[in-house]
């Protein structure tokens, strides 16, 4: 089973920028279309950016579109997620996951992003 540890979380004024990781175990990573997701306090984990096991194909949440940039580099098995222009209201824990779901949870990274 692939295990994921996602950092690089913090606290950041409004209008600040922050860059997620994503660091997958196993040697199967470079296969998968990886999923980046964000569950803020009282709400539902929701898809935030998804990219293509070769990078060249990335879509986002309407929310986030224009001001995060999904990527990888599969030769370190690792998501990254480059979070700029932040906004309160991206205030959440941000995970890293294949769309199926299907990988186990990592423990996420907080972002707080205040006003």
């Known amino acids: 089973q692939v295990q994921v540890v996602e950092s690089g979380g913090g606290l950041v004024q409004a209008g600040g920028s922050l860059r997620l990781s994503c660091a997958a175990s196993?040697?199967?990573?470079?296969?998968?279309?990886m999923n980046w997701y964000r569950q803020a306090p009282g709400k539902e984990r929701e898809f935030v950016a998804t990219?293509?096991?070769?990078?060249?194909?990335?879509d986002y949440a309407d929310s986030v579109k224009g001001r995060f940039t999904i990527s990888r580099d599969n030769a370190k098995n690792t998501l990254y997620l480059q979070m700029n222009s932040l906004k309160p209201e991206d205030t959440a824990i941000y995970y890293c996951?294949?769309?199926?779901?299907?990988?186990?949870w990592g423990q996420g990274t907080q972002v707080t992003v205040s006003s």
């Open positions: 996951n294949v769309p199926s779901l299907s990988w186990n």
């Open positions: 196993g040697r199967t990573f470079s296969t998968y279309r």
């Open positions: 990219i293509d096991w070769s990078g060249g194909n990335a």
